[in-house]
């Protein structure tokens, strides 16, 4: 009889709760398909792609375009396989241009930093973030920029006002449905109101929307975009494509791109990436519209995109009841596993099912008039931030009518990853070792001092040794995600390549001639580990 380990249990528990998952939001996706219409964007767009092939001339006619927009809305993608930050999207809010305008910026495939072209991307992202913008998404924006920003594109102090519409339309939504019922029995019929296009009652959908919204604000949960467009506008906007290979290069000129990959692939991908931003457009809109047709007189001064969600903002701020809501998460996924708080922004594979971003407090969203004191960030992310060096874009126009704009054939290549590593570090602590000694600081006692100065003295070679062996256990941990290259130079040029390549490292060492490098995650150790040559350094 063959016994299982308790690790073995847990990880076969884990696997089945996300094979139960997936079945669920398969089931989802199939359910939504057979009852609504598909989703398509109301008006055409144009797509401007931002990689190594992107001119300067482009990118200035595009800073141009930009410094007369105010309104930007945002969204990311990452490789599900490799994990790393491979795409920015960005639409332009133009509510009265006959199209909209899409940014698809490949972080993955941008021209060297050196280049000429680098500084007017760069460009593009101070005059997106400057002062008097407003920046809408689903979920919290300043997490997925941290995540990028290991391409230094732009600074993480942003002066422009940044919405979660996410955590505003699940207040907003709460307080229409109250409103909705409230007015059922009024007599008086507002011909401009906007209604909620969902059905009152559908025993094929997952619930009426009273009781969906019933069972967010009780359980403290997000709306997820789907179901928002589903209960808003009683169409369905697919999510299968959520977890993709967003890093093979989308444009389809792309020398760089991955080829095992078909050009149906590629168009699928864009489909889904543009209409993640389209979509989120239509529900700003709709909720800005609602307002303005029943404008009461002394919000007359709110009138413009940007003064609407910060009068929604400031209306929604957290009570400090709030803080202590409780997380009844189990207790909703078994009457409703939809993932409804996931954020459209930022789809990796290991955050799909995590629930603690989004159960934080209201403050990140209220940085548009508050300075919240920011976490102070680690040492690791502190040496990626001053250490690497990244790749910039270039861009292709593609303008794309909604109502033809449908892939059906569609190939899905996967890549199979490391399941096991194992790795000794006896030459690291052989060849390079620091010693941070640090000094304890005691409440000295006027009466003991003489006792407590000398127990001291006693124990300061006992802490040495405890310093030195946690100074060794340390840089043991900077080396848990380790490449290896043979070396035929000096560690000088070893890190000036590395810059070249955008390695975020945390150590390098040589021993004899091999080099070992420390990275920060396993990401970037699968993802580095095939983007350098094994010559590199000889």
């Known amino acids: 009889m063959v016994k299982l380990s308790s690790s073995n249990i847990q990880l076969i528990s884990e696997n089945s709760s996300a094979a139960d998952r997936s079945i669920k939001k398969d089931e989802k996706e199939r359910r939504y398909e057979q009852l609504f219409p598909p989703y398509h964007p109301c008006k055409p767009y144009v797509i401007h792609f931002i990689n190594s092939l992107t001119t300067e001339e482009e990118l200035k006619i595009l800073c141009n375009v930009i410094k007369c927009t105010t309104d930007f809305i945002f969204d990311t993608e990452s490789d599900i396989h490799y994990h790393v930050p491979a795409l920015i999207q960005i639409l332009l809010v133009q509510q009265h241009s006959e199209h909209s305008v899409i940014l698809l910026i490949e972080t993955t495939h941008l021209p060297d930093i050196s280049s000429s072209r680098f500084p007017e991307i760069q460009n593009l992202f101070y005059h997106l973030f400057r002062s008097g913008t407003n920046l809408y998404s689903w979920g919290s924006l300043k997490d997925e920029l941290t995540r990028f920003e290991i391409y230094q594109l732009y600074s993480l102090s942003i002066p422009s006002r940044i919405f979660d519409v996410q955590r505003l339309f699940t207040r907003w939504f709460d307080e229409c449905i109250h409103i909705k019922s409230d007015d059922k029995d009024n007599t008086i019929n507002y011909d401009d109101s906007i209604i909620i296009h969902a059905p009152a009652l559908d025993p094929e959908l997952f619930l009426p929307p009273e009781m969906m919204n019933r069972l967010k604000v009780m359980n403290n949960q997000l709306w997820s975009l789907q179901d928002a467009i589903a209960y808003l506008f009683y169409k369905y906007l697919s999510k299968r494509d959520t977890l993709r290979s967003w890093s093979i290069g989308l ?136 250490e690497i060096n990244c790749y910039i874009s270039n861009d292709q126009c593609l303008t794309i009518d909604p109502q033809s704009n449908n892939y059906e054939y569609y190939i899905d290549i996967n890549s199979s990853e490391e399941s096991n590593y194992y790795h000794q570090m006896n030459h690291h602590q052989e060849f390079e070792m620091n010693y941070h000694v640090q000094t304890n600081n005691f409440d000295v006692i006027s009466s003991s001092l003489n006792k407590t100065k000398s127990k001291s003295t006693r124990s300061e070679s006992a802490r040495k040794r405890r310093n030195q062996k946690s100074s060794i256990r340390h840089r043991k941990n900077r080396y848990t995600f380790e490449i290896t290259r043979p070396v035929n130079t000096t560690i000088t040029n070893v890190k000036k390549i590395l810059r070249s390549y955008a390695v975020p490292y945390i150590n390098v060492n040589i021993v004899q001639s091999t080099l070992y490098m420390g990275l920060t995650s396993q990401d970037f150790k699968d993802y580095f580990n095939q983007l350098l040559p094994m010559d590199i350094f000889i």
């Open 251 to 386: 444009d389809k000129r792309l020398s760089s791109r991955n080829k095992n990959y078909s050009l149906n692939y590629r168009k699928r991908l864009i489909q889904y990436a543009s209409y993640d931003c389209l979509s989120l457009m239509e529900i700003i809109l709709f909720m800005h519209e609602n307002h303005l047709s029943v404008l009461h007189d002394n919000d007359l001064h709110i009138q413009s995109l940007g003064e609407y969600f910060f009068y929604l903002t400031t209306k929604f701020s957290p009570s400090p009841s709030s803080f202590h809501l409780v997380n009844n998460s189990q207790m909703y996924e078994m009457l409703f596993d939809d993932e409804s708080d996931e954020s459209m922004t930022g789809h990796e594979l290991n955050e799909r099912h995590q629930i603690s971003s989004e159960a934080q407090t209201d403050e990140q969203y209220l940085n548009i008039f508050l300075h919240p004191v920011e976490p102070q960030p680690s040492e690791q992310i502190d040496q990626i931030r001053q």
